[in-house]
């Protein structure tokens, strides 16, 4: 059954840019300027401190998200866009919630967090404060069940995702990197 192009629905977008002051907000200007909200963000350096890696979770048409590939790929500063949303792999958020804690409901809490593998990074008398990682999904189920209790505060990291699998820069992308680098290419290299 063919994609309906016209059904909006989550994208994720993995994007590799040049580590440089500036680009995070030609990127975003790009999903703005066509009147759409990025659902979730996430940025960080990687194994080359400079390149940086972004995760962007956005709701648009399958239309929409083609150009905004096409137009990520033509700013400079971008070195390689990979749409995961229907290729194969993993991905990850983290969450912070503090919530109230009375003597009463401590165990309960703690069962729970147990559960779902959450670590308890802070302790009041009046309250837990958990750290939890995972898909969406656990993420939204653990809010769930801690909201009787009294959740107090709530801070959520962007999705992260990686392919599964070998799946890498190819050569030419390392080579790109390279020459962006400034770095010799390998004798007897070949493209």
Same mark, same amino acid.
């Given at each position: 059954? %063919?994609?309906?192009?016209?059904?909006? /629905?989550?994208?994720?977008?993995?994007?590799?840019?040049?580590?440089?002051?500036?680009?995070?907000? /030609?990127?975003?200007?790009?999903?703005?300027?066509?009147?759409?909200?990025?659902?979730?963000?996430?940025?960080?350096?990687?194994?080359? %401190?400079?390149?940086?890696?972004?995760?962007?979770?956005?709701?648009?048409?399958?239309?929409?998200? +083609?150009?905004?590939?096409?137009?990520?790929?033509?700013?400079?500063?971008?070195?390689?866009?990979?749409?995961?949303?229907?290729?194969?792999?993993?991905?990850?958020?983290?969450?912070?919630?503090?919530?109230?804690?009375?003597?009463?409901?401590?165990? +309960? $809490?703690?069962?729970?967090?147990? $559960?779902?593998?959450?670590?308890? !990074?802070?302790?009041? %008398?009046?309250?837990?404060?958990? +750290?939890?990682?995972?898909? +969406?999904?656990?993420?939204?189920?653990?809010?769930?069940?801690?909201?009787?209790?009294? $959740?107090?505060? !709530?801070?959520?990291?962007?999705?992260?995702?990686?392919? /599964?699998?070998?799946? $890498?820069?190819? /050569?030419?992308?390392?080579?790109?990197?390279?020459?962006?680098?400034?770095?010799?290419?390998?004798?007897?290299?070949?493209?």
């Amino acid at each position: 059954m %063919p994609l309906d192009l016209s059904e909006v /629905r989550r994208y994720t977008i993995a994007i590799l840019v040049e580590n440089r002051f500036g680009v995070l907000s /030609r990127v975003s200007g790009l999903f703005s300027g066509r009147g759409y909200n990025i659902d979730s963000l996430s940025v960080a350096e990687t194994l080359d %401190p400079t390149v940086a890696r972004m995760t962007i979770v956005a709701r648009a048409t399958q239309l929409v998200i +083609e150009q905004l590939v096409k137009q990520l790929h033509k700013l400079i500063d971008v070195i390689k866009v990979i749409d995961l949303t229907d290729e194969e792999h993993v991905s990850r958020e983290m969450l912070l919630l503090r919530v109230g804690a009375a003597p009463a409901t401590r165990a +309960e $809490i703690l069962r729970i967090a147990d $559960i779902f593998r959450a670590k308890i !990074v802070d302790v009041t %008398p009046l309250s837990y404060t958990l +750290e939890v990682t995972g898909d +969406e999904s656990k993420i939204s189920a653990i809010v769930e069940l801690l909201r009787p209790f009294g $959740i107090q505060e !709530v801070v959520r990291t962007g999705k992260v995702a990686i392919a /599964r699998g070998s799946k $890498i820069l190819s /050569r030419k992308d390392q080579t790109k990197l390279q020459q962006l680098q400034g770095a010799p290419r390998a004798v007897g290299y070949d493209s």
